[in-house]
């Protein structure tokens, strides 16, 4: 049986559509600072042995409900298969505290077919939501796997004289931006990938601005996202008290979160804290406290970023080959809708005079999908970025198709190409 479709597409808050089958064709929804106000909002029950009371509380929950289901439409829409949707919907639901704020019901009625509605306008609180849907969403995708490579160096004095640094003979072994970010990815439900930081540390200077260095990386060590970050702390005051050198420091955390695969760029935060009004007692620890709370800040923000970047990043190729019998073309159709897995999907634009055009969508490249379709007995006759052209070279082995490598579990692939 062909695995479940989960597509994802981010939109604008201008345009976003309703993923209620009851709702309106779109839902309003605006976003004020941390808050989404979502107008239209419906909800109905029926009502059962003249108890209007209990009618109108499951009224409202159902009303619950479709707030959230359009606020997670502001957020990312475009799911293709509705029970897929349905338990991304009901996991946000189940932990709706805090998230739904208000509920201000503007029309309440008992309709002819003895069900009570109610419409209403509802406050959703974004951070709250994104809090649940970005892991949620996280494990849908099959928890990728991330790495977090961190630079860090702290100075002795603003004109960066270095005292102490990630890098270098007498450095440290380990990152304390690393150390404060880890927990929170995997709070969210990402694989840690496991690795010797002292060995990569030596590429970091020019990885973190040559996409195809983050590749590399990327590839020995399996991760699907990197995370690539420079931390660096500088004391800006000096001062006696009570007979002790006190320190003023500042840090300044710098992260970019890149999707390994395609080196595209999901997010580059820089944050800058400073000791303020509790100086420290020495530069590395005025600094290492200025990185955890910057790293926390950060980490933070980009946990939900990359969630709905994984979701989003898919590639359309469009394959046309020729000299096909119909059966022929009925098993390569099977066998490319399990190439493009759980997150992708295949639609067969035509099939005439023995020639099959087809697109993909899904997160396996040109490359990728030109190799299996070898493979299968296809001979590449042409090929692009997007497009893969083809003609058969041997009998398509009908009833015995190559076997397309799935992530565990049927998760969606998170790495384009053939595994």
């Known amino acids: ?124 609180a974004v951070a709250a939501l994104d809090g649940v849907l970005g892991p949620v969403v996280i494990e849908e995708l099959g928890n990728p796997r991330i790495m977090i490579i961190v630079q860090e160096a702290i100075y002795e004095d603003a004109d960066k004289q270095i005292k102490e640094s990630v890098k270098g003979d007498a450095g440290m072994s380990f990152s304390r931006v690393e150390a404060e970010a880890s927990p ?4 969210a439900g990402f694989h840690m990938v496991d690795y010797d930081q002292a060995a990569v540390l030596t590429m970091i200077d020019g990885a973190y601005d040559n996409p195809g260095m983050v590749m590399d990386l990327a590839r020995t060590q399996n991760a699907d996202i990197i995370i ?13 008290i009570s007979g002790i050198t006190m320190y003023g420091v500042k840090g300044t955390v710098q992260l970019k979160a890149v999707l390994t695969e395609t080196a595209t760029l999901v997010s580059s935060i820089t944050l800058e804290q400073a000791t303020g009004k509790k100086p420290a007692p020495t530069v590395e620890e005025g ?72 697109d993909m969508i899904s997160r396996r490249t040109a490359m990728g999908v030109a190799e299996y379709l070898e493979e299968c007995g296809i001979e590449v006759v042409s090929f692009g970025a997007h497009t893969v052209g083809g003609k058969k070279m041997e009998p398509v082995p009908v009833d015995d198709m190559p076997e397309v490598a799935q992530m565990p579990d049927e998760k969606p692939n998170l790495r384009p190409g053939i595994l």
């Open 287 to 358: 600094a290492v406290r200025c990185f955890k709370e910057a790293a926390s800040i950060a980490s933070k923000q980009l946990v939900n970023k990359i969630a709905y970047a994984l979701a989003t990043e898919r590639v359309t190729t469009n394959i046309k080959i020729s000299d096909l019998s119909f059966k022929e073309v009925t098993a390569i159709m099977k066998s490319l809708n399990e190439l493009a897995g759980r997150s992708g999907t295949v639609t067969q634009r035509g099939f005439k005079d023995g020639v099959l055009v087809a």
């Open 1 to 124: 049986m062909r695995p479940k479709i989960l597509t994802i597409a981010v939109v604008s808050l201008a345009l976003i559509a309703a993923l209620s089958a009851n709702g309106p064709a779109f839902a309003r929804v605006t976003k004020q600072g941390d808050t989404f106000t979502v107008d239209d909002v419906e909800g109905y029950a029926a009502v059962k042995n003249g108890d209007k009371n209990a009618a109108r509380e499951d009224a409202k929950r159902e009303a619950y409900r479709d707030a959230l289901e359009k606020a997670i439409g502001a957020t990312v829409t475009g799911i293709t298969e509705t029970e897929n949707f349905e338990v991304i919907r009901d996991k946000v639901f189940s932990q709706t505290t805090g998230i739904v704020k208000t509920m201000d019901i503007t029309r309440e009625w008992v309709d002819d077919d003895g069900m009570f509605r109610l419409e209403a306008v509802c406050k959703v």
């Open 228 to 240: 690539l970050g420079k931390a660096e702390g500088i004391p800006f005051a000096k001062q006696k």
């Open 184 to 187: 929170l990815f995997e709070k």
